[in-house]
């Protein structure tokens, strides 16, 4: 079930990539597309702007990501790196600064997601937790501690 707009034309690629603001972008490669598509609306409660079989646009926190399923990068020098990767995104956290981590975190155990630390204040003045998607990306959804 790829969460597809049907026949409602969105944008031609090129068109979206003149879209994209400036700052820094994201794009993940995954195996499961579906499922990191689930993830990202369900658990962090994305918005899916366009999805397909090989990539999606989502939207967070005002700002936009992307997804690439695996084969949309056969040619891509990418593919030989993440090839065979038991893991996706060791040692990266992907921060969501403005999403609450206490809700972000009930919708992941709820969903039976992996809650590698739950919601804690830290000393950096931010609550936040994390999570680790189908793909094993980590999200860390924060917020700013009030008082």
């Known amino acids: ?19 994209l603001p400036r700052g820094v972008g994201v794009n993940l490669l995954v195996r ?9 609306r369900d658990c962090l409660g994305a918005m899916i702007l366009h999805s397909d079989k090989d990539f999606a646009a989502i939207e967070l926190c005002g700002s936009v990501f ?12 990418l593919s030989g790196i993440v090839a065979g990767s038991e893991t996706r995104g060791a040692g990266v956290e992907i921060r969501v600064y403005g999403l609450d981590p206490d809700k972000t975190e009930a919708r ?14 830290k000393p950096h003045g931010l609550r936040e937790c994390f999570i680790v998607d189908p793909e094993g990306y980590v999200w860390v959804p924060g917020a700013q501690i009030r008082g």
Do not use: K
């Not at 079930?1 to 879209?19: I, K, Y």
């Not at 992307?66 to 020098?77: G, K, R, V």
């Open 1 to 19: 079930m790829v969460l597809e707009r049907g026949n409602e034309p969105w944008m031609t690629a090129p068109d979206f990539g003149r879209s």
């Open 32 to 40: 499961d597309l579906e499922a990191e598509i689930l993830f990202c």
């Open 66 to 77: 992307m997804l690439h399923a695996d084969q949309s990068y056969a040619n891509h020098p």
């Open 108 to 121: 992941a155990v709820a969903r039976g997601d992996h809650v590698l630390a739950g919601s804690v204040d």
